[in-house]
């Protein structure tokens, strides 16, 4: 078998693209083309089921993939257990989406986590959140026992090796690194405010080439912080994807403030919500406006919506907001990527197709 015809067999079964991403690129991944072809990206996350039933995760895939550009598979956030994000990962590659394996430091120790992102890349995953996690104690579980053998630096340094010098940690070689697009998590909107760009420029060191921020809800801390970051020239050297998401109600508001680490929400905001004769969808038009004034802010590269378990929602949001006026029917979500690869492989079994009429006519 000719290269070229192993290259198109084994992307018509789904294997991962075996040459070397192009130029200037960490991965093969759609959200990498977009980011670095300029394009304002949108990704979501998805709640993993309680469930081993992957329907559960297809039926919630399919609405996002109509309006965003990678989805995260979230990994026991919370410290509560769901779905493993390599088990949903697995699921979405086979559907020809983009999704984001997040890898928390809790739960795995370094030689497990070096070996989940090697089945994660071999399975066709190209983006890698970096997280430290939540300590048990805030989860359903507070019994199990933390492991944190690495932190979310030390992770980005260790993937880094592995993808750039192919080696483990260990030093021992590989045989073939993940193609994988590196990111980390960033709080803006907890004090002390000055450390904060300090602190990202710290996990760009380490290997971060984007960032997803925890929830906006205040637009003048986000413009102080991407100042700063600008100062820096942090916006230059990684891709800032800021996170927002629609509040329930101001009750809803009070709790997570007050139950939930790292997430700031005003008193405007609350009070907005109690005076609202329709709390939900009050809390779906703040989050559209913040959309739209974040996708004017200087050095952001995109948003990223977090609503539990409210898919729906989130498709109404991203297309009420505009953020993808102007791209081309290709761009739009991870459908258009969908189309692509179907294209792509149509394109595919006809010229396999020719090739093995050529045979057959040589035989006869």
Not at 161 to 173: A, I, V
Request: one cysteine or more; aromatic letters at 6%.
């Amino acid at each position: 078998m000719s290269q070229d015809e192993g290259e198109v067999r084994e992307d018509l079964f789904g294997y991962a693209s075996p040459g070397p991403p192009p130029p200037g690129y960490s991965s093969h991944g759609w959200l990498e083309h977009l980011l670095r072809s300029g394009v304002f990206a949108v990704t979501a996350e998805l709640n993993p089921p309680d469930s081993a039933d992957p329907y559960e995760v297809y039926e919630r895939a399919a609405v996002l993939a109509e309006v965003v550009d990678a989805i995260n598979a979230t990994d026991a956030s919370g410290a509560n257990v769901h779905m493993s994000s390599v088990g949903i990962c697995a699921l979405l590659t086979r559907d020809d989406l983009a999704p984001v394996l997040q890898v928390s430091c809790r739960d795995r120790n370094r030689i497990a986590i070096q070996g989940d992102v090697l089945g994660a890349a071999a399975m066709g995953v190209c983006n890698v959140l970096c997280l430290t996690g939540d300590g048990v104690g805030v989860g359903d579980q507070p019994e199990a026992k933390p492991v944190f053998d690495l932190d979310c630096m030390s992770l980005l340094s260790t993937i880094r090796m592995m993808r750039d010098e192919g080696r483990f940690l260990s030093g021992r070689p590989l045989t073939e690194p993940p193609k994988v697009f590196l990111g980390a998590a960033a709080n803006p909107f907890v004090p002390p405010y000055d450390f904060r760009p300090l602190r990202l420029a710290k996990k760009i060191e380490a290997g971060a080439q984007f960032v997803q921020t925890n929830y906006c809800f205040d637009l003048p801390i986000l413009k102080d912080y991407m100042a700063r970051v600008r100062d820096l020239g942090l916006d230059e050297t990684c891709f800032i994807l800021v996170g927002v998401g629609p509040l329930a109600s101001a009750r809803a508001a009070r709790w997570i403030r007050s139950r939930v680490p790292g997430i700031h929400i005003p008193d405007a905001v609350v009070e907005r919500l109690e005076r609202a004769g329709d709390p939900r969808l009050e809390g779906k038009k703040l989050c559209i406006e913040l959309i739209q004034e974040i996708r004017e802010m200087p050095g952001v590269a995109g948003v990223h919506i977090m609503a539990y378990r409210q898919e729906e929602m989130v498709a109404d949001i991203v297309a009420e907001s505009g953020v993808l006026e102007g791209r081309t029917e290709a761009q739009i979500g991870l459908a258009g990527l969908r189309r692509q690869q179907a294209r792509k492989r149509r394109t595919m079994l006809e010229i396999l197709g020719r090739r093995f009429r050529r045979t057959e006519d040589r035989d006869s």
